[in-house]
């Protein structure tokens, strides 16, 4: 089987949405520090946006789950296909910036990222590098989840 039709891409993903989801629910069973002490919306708008990034996780995790199970053979290929190019885009808006951002803090060239302050902590730095690169990777997966699946399900729309 090719590379870029493996289920394997489905199965990476899977792992990056459920490790997303489980932080998201850590951090809202354990917020710290007033999280949203420099938000307009305060806790509750920290609440529902931690509820709807974990929901539209599950969801995702679902249809990840959809594209390598003979179950969900029967659904409507646009059915799964729809979130799957959403997911895709959303990560890819996401992921493809904050690794321009890495590259630009690595180099010394804007230590703060885009929009940091050049006097960043050692901590900030290493987080920003980190989260960076986890939504670049979740985007990479994601990408090939949706190439693997459109492959493998061409011949099944015809």
Known sequence: MPHFASRRWAYGALAWLIFFVVSHVVLLLFPGDDPSAHSPGGTRA???FNVVLIAMSLA???VVVATVRPSARPLPRWLILTPLWF???L????GVPGMV?????VTGVRRGGFVGAQD???GEFWAGLAINTYFFVGA????GATNSYVRRSAGLAE
């Open 46 to 48: 920290y609440t529902v």
């Open 60 to 62: 995702g995790a679902a």
């Open 87 to 89: 997911g895709s885009v």
């Open 91 to 94: 990560l890819v808006v996401r």
């Open 101 to 105: 951002e890495n590259l630009l803090m």
């Open 120 to 122: 960043i902590s050692t």
């Open 140 to 143: 990479v997966l994601l990408v």
